[in-house]
């Protein structure tokens, strides 16, 4: 049975930081690009970032460049989500995705960004 399990979600002051993680199991981690996809109130999800499986290569939207680094670590199954200079646009749920040869989502985290 797969899993994506996510935490690091919360309330934070514009400015500030987190960082979130997404725990996989019943995959073989390495060989999956994973994505981490937002959804704020009454908006369509989009996605925030992604990473290959070896790590080499990452993508960004323009929204969060220069602010969110997306990492992983293979033998953790594990892929994180550093968010620096958090706006309160930034305010969504956010969702660990995992894709190769099918396509599996976890959960989502609440990210609040709030004074």
């Known amino acids: 049975q797969v899993q994506l399990v996510e935490s690091g979600g919360g309330l934070v002051q514009p400015g500030g930081s987190l960082t979130l993680s997404c725990v996989a199991s019943g995959v073989v981690f390495s060989r999956y690009v994973m994505k981490w996809y937002r959804q704020a109130p009454g908006k369509e999800r989009e996605l925030v970032a992604d990473?290959?499986?070896?790590?080499?290569?990452?993508n960004y939207a323009d929204s969060v460049k220069g602010r969110f680094t997306i990492s992983r670590d293979n033998a953790k199954n594990t892929v994180y989500l550093q968010m620096n200079g958090l706006k309160p646009e930034d305010t969504a749920v956010y969702y660990c995705?995992?894709?190769?040869?099918?396509?599996?989502w976890g959960q989502g985290t609440q990210v609040t960004v709030s004074s």
């Open positions: 995705n995992a894709q190769w040869l099918s396509v599996y």
């Open positions: 990473i290959i499986g070896t790590g080499r290569s990452t």
